[in-house]
């Protein structure tokens, strides 16, 4: 089990990176602070802009049963799809061990497993890949690009991740947003931005055809780099899916808190 700190650092991260992103998305978005939840919705096509969390600590088995149903019955007032992302490490160990059932008795549906990192290590040395040229998004081309990787990278329709990000100014001004060209071809991205003290690794994508040959972790480094000078920041959080979780380790990212993402059936 982590240091409950660190499980409590890795959620508000969560909460208050999230917030600044659903907004610049659309700043009607529903994003609201209940008891025991946070509501980062902006009920866009992109689904990890459509956010929910649980933020007590020491939960038990009961009250995470009604806090499932509780957000489950947000998810379903929504027009699209999004996630409820639980850190396991926030609840005690009888609420870890039921969580799955709870879930599935409100109608939840365990989509994939993630794991909270968090690493005081900046400065980096700046970063480079003999087969990457590194470029900040700046345009919208370079934007719509991002969007795609990541659409690409987490199987949503090319639709889903342009809902998510085209036309946004924040992308291209407040978010350190890179991306990897490989003979001139986007291949990889990674994006950090401010959030509570801290440099926050944001939506990390590589191509299908091009994983495994270091291109995630290059960007990633950029991206950190980058954002390090911009700052001045020394300690940065993520949050990783499974297939990234082996990568960020190497940077200096030490794991945290295991995580669980929930959705409701297709």
Known sequence: MADLADAVESMEQLAVGWRSLVLDRDAGADVRDLPGIAVRWADCAFPFWNCLTLTETGTGAALAGERLRQAA?????????????????????????????AAERVG???????????????????PSHPELEFVRVADDAQL????????RAYGFPLEAGRDGLAGSA????????????????????????????????????????????????????KALYEGGRATGLTRA???????????????????NTAMRFYGLPA
Request: hydrophobic share 45%; aromatic share 10%; with cysteine.
């Open 108 to 126: 939840l549906v365990h989509a994939f497993p993630g794991t909270g990192m968090a690493g005081d290590l900046l400065p980096l040395p700046e």
């Open 170 to 221: 924040l992308w291209k001004s407040g978010v350190h947003a890179y991306l990897g060209l490989r003979q001139g071809e986007p291949v990889t991205c990674a994006a950090t931005v401010e959030a509570a003290g801290r440099l926050f690794v944001v939506l990390v994508a590589t191509d299908p055809r091009w994983e495994r040959r270091g291109y995630g972790e290059a960007v990633t480094r």
């Open 237 to 255: 959080t993520l949050h990783a899916t499974a297939a990234g979780a082996p990568v960020y380790p190497r940077i200096g990212f030490v794991p």
């Open 73 to 101: 019955d947000i998810m379903r007032a929504k027009t699209r799809p999004g996630f409820l992302w639980v850190f396991d490490d926030l609840l005690d160990e009888d609420a870890r061990a039921t969580l799955d059932a």
């Open 144 to 151: 719509l690009a991002y969007a795609d990787l990541n659409s």
